[in-house]
């Protein structure tokens, strides 16, 4: 699983007040990016694309703020 580069086109821009992953960000671990992608594998290498925060602290920003968007749901 090599980058071809092909992931540039799908590059995502931060976004600003909210987290990548809260917004639909995706990254690959291989490519080093932030795609703005529907499936769940990399356009350009094919590896699996990160949907969730690996570190403790964002994790938890992450579920409050879900927590947060479905208690307003309800």
């Not at 490519?31 to 938890?60: H, M, Q, S």
């Amino acid at each position: 699983m090599v980058c071809k580069g092909i992931c540039v086109r799908h590059k995502a821009m931060k976004p600003v007040g909210t987290g990548r992953y809260s917004s639909g960000q995706k990254r690959c671990q291989v490519c080093e990016i932030f795609v703005k992608w529907d499936g769940l594998f990399c356009p350009c290498c094919g590896y699996r694309l990160r949907t969730r925060p690996r570190n403790l602290k964002y994790k938890a920003k992450l579920t409050a703020k879900k927590n947060i968007a479905e208690y307003q749901l309800q």
